[in-house]
């Protein structure tokens, strides 16, 4: 059974920074990507930010030049790097894995959320 583990979040002053990280357990054999998606109170979620296994990175316009995500195959972890961080990206940010084989299936499947508070 896969799982997801998050840790990092918390409670930042505007202009501040913080660093998620996401551990994944489980036999997985392979997966296409990792990342991070986020939801704010009454919103609905929004990617942040992606990294495929290959390295391939992908970001919400919103976070481009101040977040950067990273991965580590080898140990199924995905980090973001918030920086310059503003009271809108105030919300519970969620860790995923996309196409963990584990065999015999293939799934996506997320962590539990950490809250990310940042204020003004």
């Known amino acids: 059974q896969v799982q997801l583990v998050e840790s990092g979040g918390g409670l930042v002053q505007a202009g501040g920074s913080l660093r998620l990280s996401c551990a994944a357990s489980g036999s997985i054999l392979s997966f296409n990507a990792m990342g991070w998606y986020r939801q704010a109170p009454e919103k609905q979620r929004e990617l942040v930010a992606i990294?495929?296994?290959?390295?391939?990175?992908n970001y919400a316009d919103s976070v481009k030049g101040r977040f950067t995500i990273s991965g580590d195959n080898a140990k199924k972890t995905v980090y973001l790097q918030m920086n310059s961080l503003k009271p809108e990206d105030t919300a519970v940010y969620y860790c995923t894995i996309t196409g963990a084989y584990t065999f015999p299936r293939k799934a996506n499947y997320w962590g539990q959320g950490t809250q990310v508070t940042v204020s003004s």
């Open positions: 990294i495929t296994s290959g390295g391939t990175t």
